[in-house]
């Protein structure tokens, strides 16, 4: 009965840790990960043409200060009206940037200040991942 009961709380006291809810950071981190993958897919499947062509590369790594430069600048590239995808990507985008610029403005540190990172693909560029927990 007693091991009973302290599996009951151990497994009380699991549930309740990974229930917390997820900090500005993590949000961030998240939405940042998901576009850059996003990117690469389209870059992958859309045919290329003058859209693609218009888009500066997207590969997001938050702890860089060149971040926000780089979402100001895809979110002001051309319209790409036959893309519906890249245009629900500049959304999301957009969604990220004013997350960073506003809600979690003061949560945010950076680490680098390399602009010349965020151009390189990230099969060949690493960002810091977000810590265990």
């Not at 809810?21 to 045919?47: H, L, N, W």
């Not at 100001?72 to 999301?92: D, H, N, Q, Y």
């Not at 990220?96 to 809600?103: K, T």
Request: hydrophobic share 40%.
């Amino acid at each position: 009965m007693k091991l009973l009961l302290s599996l009951l709380a151990l497994s009380l006291l699991f549930l309740f840790v990974c229930s917390a809810p997820p900090t500005c950071y993590s949000k961030v981190f998240t939405m940042s990960k998901e576009i850059t993958d996003a990117f690469q897919r389209i870059q992958k499947t859309a045919p290329p043409g003058p859209c693609l062509d218009a888009l500066p590369t997207l590969y997001l790594d938050i702890h860089n200060s060149c971040v926000m430069n780089k979402l100001r600048t895809f979110i002001s590239a051309p319209r790409c009206g036959r893309m519906p995808r890249v245009e629900v990507l500049k959304r999301r985008v957009r969604k990220l940037y004013n997350i960073m610029n506003s809600v979690c403005k003061r949560d945010l540190v950076f680490f680098t200040d390399d602009c010349a990172a965020l151009e390189v693909p990230l099969s060949t560029f690493r960002p810091i991942t977000e810590p265990s927990r």
